[in-house]
């Protein structure tokens, strides 16, 4: 696609930045770089093509990695997710493709196609295990985990110990939102568990 | 009569008064309470009528063991039927009433089929509705239907909110009695992450009420020191009011847990279901009381022997002033003891076995309570509540030696282990002659992924009933467990208990021993169903032989509590027909919930908005705002049409295809698959994917292509665009994005993994809008940007570039026939660029159509539609579609499945266009006639209608279809069958109705 | 309700994160071969009662396909490996010859 800068005012992410208080707190984030970088990550020109552009390597398994800007996940054994600042995508994308040359790759901008929901609360772990079919409480920060929130895919990584990204498809944005938000409402507490 | 005690109550808060209402009465209880204590404690002894003979039925247990008290509760949205009043617990406003009687509960005119009781043996339904067959729809079924059925369903919306929980933990404990907390115990201190859930809103199990000291302490202490220390430990999470329901293959595990149930008007979930991922499970779950069949062992006042005695000890309430005892164990006798404490009458014990009871018969004595060794009930006397027994040997055949007045009957015929949970998932079980019960057998445990047992029974559970043998039994298996999970339990002594010698059981399955038939007419095995000793015996006669057989036959065990009280006695009652011992006649299947769980907690969140996701597109607002009709594509929502004002949708999508024809339209087409592919063998596996060749578009060009599966048939379709040298974007159906992303990464993964290619799902990433019409240029050339004249953007090419201000891929391809562009923007900016599009088109009367006027135009187009023309037995040839399919590729998916005879044969039925002659619409599906009959007798068919729309643009009826050797019949005429079963003519036509040469779009 | 661990990620997973694929090690035959050998890729499939090997995906994680050795009758596991091979690991055909002596599958045993 062609280059140039989107006008700000036409830039409308799928939830409109909605927020939601509760025992955790849910909200949209704002427009978000996402980039996906394809290629064999055990491969050294894939390597040190990600290192040179981001100014970190390429996280071990179900890992993510803070770099010079944003983070790297680990997706699949040939795939990362960048998270990087919405307008610094295609950029990144640019120098990324330059950087792995011949390398059998594939380095597409998925900004868009995404939404980017926050959980912030001590409780956080439990919003998402009310959602995933995961043992969220051995999850660590640092590490990402690919799988389902109720009927739809998603990935999230923990952000702290009581805060958490999670990214889904844009066009389930909505329903994302709205189960976050009912698991997450004053009273819905499980207390021990 | 039933009554409150003055004293007594351990669970109960006398301070806190609890008003419930009951069949329109207003009653009184005590905060602590459950349903059934406080029914008792206001002498409502009658709670049901039977399911069959609507016999009047009272409380017989004390937990979830209950058959006969089932209570339609709450009323509206909160409405829910058979719920068992003895788990549930009492709180203020509750509104109940009982079930299955009309008019009332005192009268019931249902109880007629007691009179017939004779003719409403086992198997009845199979021997009377028969015959004659027509009678069963018009007047079995309906008075069937009427008449069958426990409570009533809801009216109305459930008002309650459910959630789901995923949890994993090292060990399950489920069962919070003595022997679960002595497990979790030991299980603990090994450092594994334990959860503790107990069905009740208690700790401790019987062992409180049971009595006897554990390590100097009573069984109280001990259960509040356990539970001390527990709730200590990081490691360790206890759970009240949350049931095991089910155990699954590999450790998983349902958890009920009842949140507000008894505080319904707190915010939060009334059930949340636990979906439990457990190392090892534990089930601590005790064991249930049998009761005695003795003739009249239904009168309400007839109790389980072990539930006076909690009514007693737990809820200060007594079933009766003069309770007579029957048991075959001695653990009646502490019922016996406990009523006497209390100050009730306990007229005699009469225990079946000759030799009787250990030393707590020596307490009885003491206590003044006659003993009566080697006897029996003969019967028990009266209707709506027990009036008095008769007495006879238990060697005999009922011959009457006393009459005792009494108002309560407590009987024991033995325990019977929950099974249950250590069974769902394969567990095997032992009948153990000297204790008189199946017990599990732990050499054939329930095993898991490794091959490992994964559930443990210990406890009563495991068949172990004394205090001593329980606690062993507990530490010595939670040690087993945590072990087998590579933890190590660290070396701890058992509790001592101190306790009663008790004198063995003794097997008493008919009482008195030699029953006649008259006795056995009025002993029920099953409270709820209705099934008699005399039912099962025969069931026997008739030639049963299989307990499953037999159990639908009478419908033993097959009501609501499943038998829980009813399977061992009907079984032994069976094994005795049949003169065979009672392992030779086998169990029947324990299958999960434990007790029924709620459809909502089953559901959990997943209804009304979340009920299952809804795909938007960027301009999704935008619809919402004007009209869309929406129809479902997928789980996407697209707009059919936009109605305005009083329009039908007929009127709209007119309207929406004339507007476009004419000058201008819009189509919201982001919803269209959009997958990159890229590799330097991307071409090679393209033209494997696709029918056509792939590898040899040029890049900045489009080409139309076909996906077929292995099986020749076709699968998907699109316009591939060639982006660069190793690149492709290949477009796909809305439905197919994710399902034909799902199928090229299955080949790449499973079949060519040495090909260098990778493919990325772009769909969500682009907005992408069809701007359609011969006006079409001239709004993209207003917006400005870049050149799409026919020059620079010719028919079935693409560009990127900017268009007022957005950047933009634009490819010019064409679904409806008329000059159009497809421009993908990025999705964040959809909404934006749909709306300047609009504004910008509004010189032009531009018309956003819905897919509905997509549809129509595409037909008049005689282009296909997947899913309308394919159905997933249609190869590209019977839509004369071999243009698409190369003959240079040797080899493509499907490739060979379209060599096989059947589908190279000339005799298929093939794409045609169809014309009424009467200018009509034809009946979507429908088929066309040939002469004769097939073997079956049916009409012979000759081809079928698989798109059929009304043509604003031709203002008449068009059509395409599948015909026999359709291609080769131009211009013949066939029939169609109508739903009224009169007939149309249509001809056979081109497909093609509108601009067959094609000039509109390559303009 | 099955749990898999993927072979690509080391996640163990629950069934409902993955979609079943059928058979593993099935052969493609395309144009030119036999009737027999065509129909025999298409539609015969083993369905034995024990040993048994299966194409799984972890659809809702790494996207990657994968293949389990397990028993139907007991739903014992006794590995997963990643799908790119023709035939189970050396590995897992002796764990499985030691806990089913005598087994065999298809060509394999």
């Known amino acids: 696609m062609q280059k140039g800068q989107s006008k700000m005012s036409n830039i409308q992410t799928a939830m409109n930045g909605v927020r939601a208080a509760g025992y955790v707190d849910v909200s949209e984030a704002p427009a978000t770089g996402m980039i996906t970088l394809r290629g064999d990550l055990s491969d050294a020109g894939v390597q040190k093509a990600v290192k040179s552009v981001m100014g970190a390597g390429v996280p071990a398994t179900l890992a993510v990695k803070d770099a010079d800007a944003g983070q790297i996940l680990w997706m699949s054994p040939d795939e990362l997710m960048i998270v990087c600042a919405y307008d610094q995508a295609d950029q990144m994308i640019a120098d990324l493709i330059a950087a792995l040359g011949d390398t059998h790759s594939m380095v597409v901008n998925v900004s868009d196609a995404r939404a980017v929901f926050d959980l912030e609360g001590a409780a956080t772990p439990e919003i998402i295990a009310k959602l995933a079919p995961i043992d969220v409480k051995s999850m660590q920060t640092g590490t990402v985990r690919r799988t389902r929130f109720a009927q739809i895919p998603a990935a999230f990584w923990m952000t702290s110990n009581d805060s958490a990204r999670i990214i889904c498809f844009r066009s389930v944005a909505e329903y994302m939102f709205n189960q976050l938000r009912n698991s997450a409402q004053a009273g819905f507490e499980v207390g021990d568990w | 009569m039933s009554m409150r005690l003055k004293t007594g109550g351990r669970l109960l808060n006398r301070a806190s008064q609890v008003e419930f209402n009951f069949n329109g009465k207003r009653l009184f209880g005590h905060e602590g309470d459950t349903l059934a204590s406080a029914l008792l404690a206001n002498d409502q002894m009658l709670v049901g009528r039977s399911f069959k003979y609507h016999r009047p039925r009272g409380i017989v247990a004390s937990g979830a063991e209950e058959p006969n008290a089932l209570m339609n509760m709450g009323e509206g949205a909160k409405f829910e039927p058979n719920q068992r009043a003895t788990t549930t617990e009492l709180f203020e406003g509750l509104i109940v009433g009982s079930q299955n009687h009309w008019p009332s509960l005192e009268y019931d005119i249902g109880a007629v089929n007691g009179l017939f009781a004779r003719f409403l043996s086992a198997g009845f339904y199979y021997k009377m509705f028969i015959h004659p067959r027509p009678f069963w729809k018009h007047i079995y079924e309906p008075f069937i239907r009427q008449s069958a059925g426990l409570g009533k369903a809801p009216t109305e919306k459930d008002a309650d909110t459910y959630e789901h929980l995923y949890a994993f933990y090292d060990v399950v404990v489920i069962g919070g009695g003595v022997a679960g907390l002595q497990a979790a115990r030991t299980a603990a201190a090994s450092g594994a992450s334990v959860l503790v859930m107990e069905q009740t809103a208690h700790w401790g199990g019987r062992a409180i009420v049971d009595g006897g000291e554990i390590g100097g302490q009573s069984t109280e202490d001990f259960v509040n020191d356990s539970l001390e220390k527990l709730a200590a430990m990081d490691n360790v999470t206890l759970k009240t009011r949350m049931m095991g329901a089910g155990v699954y293959d590999h450790g998983y595990l349902l958890g009920y847990e009842r949140v507000s149930d008894h505080a319904p008007k707190a915010t939060g979930p009334r059930h949340r279901l636990w979906r439990i991922r457990a190392g090892q499970i534990i089930t601590a779950t005790g064991a249930i009381e049998r009761p005695l069949s003795f003739a009249g062992n239904d009168i309400p006042g007839v109790m389980l022997a072990s539930a006076l005695r909690d009514y007693v000890v737990n809820w200060g309430v007594a079933v009766g002033d003069r309770t007579v005892i029957v048991t075959n164990n001695d653990d009646a006798y502490r019922t016996a003891i406990a009523l006497k404490q209390a100050g009730l009458d306990v007229p005699v014990i009469l225990d079946a076995r000759a030799n009787g009871a250990g030393s707590l018969a020596d307490t009885a004595r003491d206590l003044g309570i006659r003993v009566e060794n080697g006897k029996a009930l003969a019967k028990v006397k009266g209707g709506k509540r027990v009036t008095g027994v008769a007495i006879c040997a238990q060697a005999g055949s009922g011959g009457v030696l006393e009459e005792i007045a009494c108002d309560a009957v407590a009987m024991s015929g033995g325990w019977s282990p929950v099974v249950h949970l250590y069974s769902h998932c394969g567990g095997k079980l032992n009948w153990d002659d000297q204790v008189v019960m199946f017990r599990p057998d732990l050499n054939r445990r329930p095993t898991d992924q490794n091959g490992e047992g994964f559930v443990t029974p210990v406890g009563s559970a495991n068949g172990e009933l004394a205090l001593s043998a329980v606690l062993a039994d507990a530490t010595v298996r939670a040690k087993e467990a945590v072990n087998a999970l590579g933890h190590k339990a660290p070396s701890t002594g058992v509790p001592e208990a101190n306790e009663h010698g008790e004198n063995a059981v003794e097997a008493v399955w008919l009482m008195p021993q030699g029953a006649g038939d008259k006795l056995r007419m009025k002993t029920w095995l099953d409270f709820q169903n209705d099934v008699k000793v005399s039912d099962v015996q025969l069931a026997a006669r008739e030639g049963y032989e299989s307990v499953e057989h037999t159990k639908r036959y009478t419908t033993l065990g097959m009501a609501t509590d499943q038998g829980k009280l009813s399977n061992i006695n009907g079984l032994a009652t069976l094994a005795d027909a049949l003169n065979a011992d009672i392992p030779n006649v086998g169990t029947t299947t324990f299958r999960p919930p434990y007790t029924p769980i709620s459809m909502g907690a089953i559901a959990g969140a997943a209804r009304d908005e979340v009920f299952q996701p809804l795909r938007q597109t960027p301009m999704q607002g935008w619809h919402d705002e004007n009209g869309a009709d929406y129809e479902p594509v997928g789980h996407w929502r697209r707009a059919y049409c936009y109605r305005r004002g009083a329009e039908t949708r007929a009127q709209a999508v007119e309207r929406e295809i004339l507007q476009t024809r004419k000058s201008l339209g819009l189509l919201d087409a982001s919803t269209l698959g959009k997958l990159v592919v890229k590799g330097p063998d991307a071409g090679k596996f393209l033209d494997m994917m696709y029918t056509n060749m792939m590898s040899n578009l040029a890049v900045g060009k489009c080409r139309y292509g076909l996906m077929c599966s292995e099986n020749g048939f076709l699968i998907d379709d699109g316009v591939v665009a060639r982006i660069d040298e190793d690149t492709w974007l290949c477009h796909t159906t809305t439905g197919g994005a994710d399902r034909i992303h799902a199928h090229m990464e299955e080949w790449l993964q499973t079949e060519w993994w040495d090909w260098k290619v990778y493919v990325a799902n772009m769909t969500e990433q682009f907005a992408q809008v069809a701007v359609v019409g011969p006006n079409a240029r001239k709004l993209l050339e207003k917006l400005g940007g870049m050149d799409v004249s026919k020059e620079a953007l010719g028919f079935m090419q693409w560009a990127d570039g900017t268009l007022g201000g957005f950047k933009a891929r634009v490819y010019r391809i064409s679904f409806s026939g008329e000059l159009s562009y497809e421009i993908a923007v990025p999705a964040n900016e959809g909404r934006a660029f749909w709306d300047t599009l609009l504004k910008a088109g509004a010189e032009f009367d531009i018309m956003p159509y819905g897919t509905e006027a997509l549809h129509v135009m595409r037909a008049e187009k005689g282009f296909i539609m997947i899913g309308d023309e394919t159905d997933g037995t249609v190869i590209p040839q019977d839509l004369n579609m071999q243009w698409a399919i190369s003959k240079k590729k040797e080899d493509f998916l499907g490739k060979r499945a379209q060599e096989r005879s059947h589908m190279v044969s000339s005799d298929r039925w093939k794409l045609v266009g169809l014309e009424t002659l009467d200018g009509s619409v034809l009946p979507d599906g429908s088929y066309a006639v040939a002469p004769g009959t097939n073997a079956n007798g049916q009409r012979n068919t000759q081809g079928r209608v698989t798109s059929t729309y009304y043509s604003p643009t031709l203002g008449r009826g068009i059509a395409m279809g599948l015909v026999h050797n359709g291609p080769d019949r131009m211009g013949e005429v066939i029939e169609f069958n109508k739903v009224d079963g009169s007939l149309v003519k249509a001809k056979i036509v081109d497909q093609v109705f509108y601009d067959a040469e094609g000039a509109k779009q390559n303009v | ?109």
């Not at chain 3, 764990?95 to 045993?109: A, E, T, V, Y």
Request: glycine share 10%; proline share 6%; hydrophobic share 30%.
């Open chain 3, 1 to 109: 309700m099955l749990l898999l661990e993927c072979p690509y990620c080391g996640a163990k997973c629950e069934e409902t994160e993955l979609s079943p694929g059928g058979e593993a090690h099935i052969k493609r035959y395309g144009p030119g071969s036999s009737d027999e050998d065509f129909e025999a890729y298409l539609f015969m499939r083993e369905n034995p009662k024990g040993v048994h090997f299966e194409r799984w995906r972890h659809v809702y994680g790494c996207g990657k396909w994968f293949h389990a050795a397990r028993c139907t009758q007991s739903l014992e596991v006794f590995g997963t490996y990643a799908a790119q091979t023709f035939e189970p690991p050396q590995e897992i055909k002796d764990k499985i010859s030691g806990k089913r002596p005598g087994w065999s599958w298809r060509d394999f045993s």
